[in-house]
């Protein structure tokens, strides 16, 4: 399967902490989304990150990407309850250039 | 600006019986995508088309999933006959760069 994974599988944290997804794919790409999904809005775009940026910043969102290791982490920081929901990443490229996503971390924040 | 909408959102059907799925994307979004996300995985690319002509349809299990873009808008997803591994949400995504903007999905159910 061309699916890259995300690990953990299931995160839960405490309001306010921080919180670190991490992500690995499996081809080459042009650039890495994040994306959240929870049942009241479905799935959103985040943030994107090109393959020739190493990090970038977002609001609460933090994205690296290390295309050497094929990986990216995905931190947000002083979490909020709103925050939980499931996140994936999806690597963007190939001939076709389609979206693969992973398989997704659930985040819970406890209020 | 209206999101991507699709139709109808939730579906209970036998096996062996047909299906159909609508999705009207936001206008002006020449790519359309079809996605289906079995629980606790992340979405999987079943077809895009570019206006009405199919760009990958590599992972359509031709055999019984046929879609058609008649008119380079609206959508059309089928499943002819169910199996029971079909129950999953199909999503529908349209894009006009490389950010993808999803519809709500339809929660399809093969008893």
């Known amino acids: 399967s061309q699916q890259g994974e995300e690990d953990p599988q299931a995160l839960s944290i405490q309001e306010g902490e921080n919180a670190t997804m991490n992500c690995s794919y499996k081809t080459s790409i042009n650039n890495l989304q994040w994306y959240r999904q929870n049942s009241g809005r479905g799935l959103v775009h985040l943030i994107l990150?090109?393959?020739?940026?190493r990090e970038k910043h977002s609001g609460r969102l933090r994205v690296t990407l290390d295309t050497s290791k094929k990986s990216s982490s995905l931190l947000i920081t002083a979490s909020r309850a709103a925050d939980t929901a499931s996140y994936f990443c999806a690597a963007y490229g190939g001939a076709t250039n389609k979206l693969i996503f992973g398989t997704g971390t659930l985040l819970a924040v406890q209020p | 600006e209206a999101g991507v909408a699709q139709s109808p959102r939730y579906k209970i059907i036998e096996k062996r019986q047909s299906v159909a799925f609508w999705c009207n994307p936001i206008?002006?979004?020449?790519?359309l995508y079809w996605y289906q996300q079995i629980l606790g995985q992340g979405p999987k690319l079943l077809i895009q088309f570019q206006n009405n002509g199919v760009v990958d349809d590599s992972q359509l299990p031709k055999d019984r999933f046929s879609a058609e873009r008649l008119k380079g808008v609206d959508s059309t997803l089928k499943i002819q006959p169910a199996k029971l591994e079909d129950s999953a949400v199909y999503l529908c995504a349209s894009s006009v760069g490389q950010w993808q903007f999803f519809g709500p999905g339809t929660r399809l159910t093969v008893l």
């Open positions: 990150i090109r393959s020739n940026e």
């Open positions: 206008s002006g979004h020449a790519t």
